[in-house]
Nanobody
Framework: QVQLVESGGGLVQAGGSLRLSCAAS????????MGWFRQAPGKEREFVAA???????????NYADSVKGRFTISRDNAKNTVYLQMNSLKPEDTAVYCC????????????????WGQGTQVTVSS
């Protein structure tokens, strides 16, 4: 059974940075395609970023247009951890951020992900 635990969220001013971590246990992490999603109050869950299992650092990464150039997804297979570095944060980035393991073929579709974490809250003040 795969378990995912996110951390690193918090309150930050617009323009600031945060780094989220997602620690995995169970299974073979190095073989997992991973993704980050977020959900703001009253809104649907949306894709943020994804990284392939074979990625060393950022190879094989994909991003939502809304975060491209500001967020970077990476992974450390030795630590069973995937990261989301978030720079130039905006108030509209405020949401609960969750990581998940991709079990389907579409890297930007939440329905193709399983083994979700509980999420970490990110709040960006203006």
């Amino acid at each position: 059974q795969v378990q995912l635990v996110e951390s690193g969220g918090g309150l930050v001013q617009a323009g600031g940075s945060l780094r989220l971590s997602c620690a995995a246990s169970g299974g073979t992490f190095s073989r997992y395609n991973m993704g980050w999603f977020r959900q703001a109050p009253g809104k649907e869950r949306e894709f943020v970023a994804a990284i392939a299992w074979s990625a060393g650092t950022t190879y094989g990464a994909n991003y939502a247009d809304s975060v491209k150039g500001r967020f970077t997804i990476s992974r450390d297979n030795a630590k069973n951890t995937v990261y989301l570095q978030m720079n130039s944060l905006k108030p509209e980035d405020t949401a609960v951020y969750c990581c998940a393991v991709r079990i389907g073929t579409r890297w930007n579709y939440g329905g193709d992900y399983g083994y979700w974490g509980q999420g970490t809250q990110v709040t960006v003040s203006s």
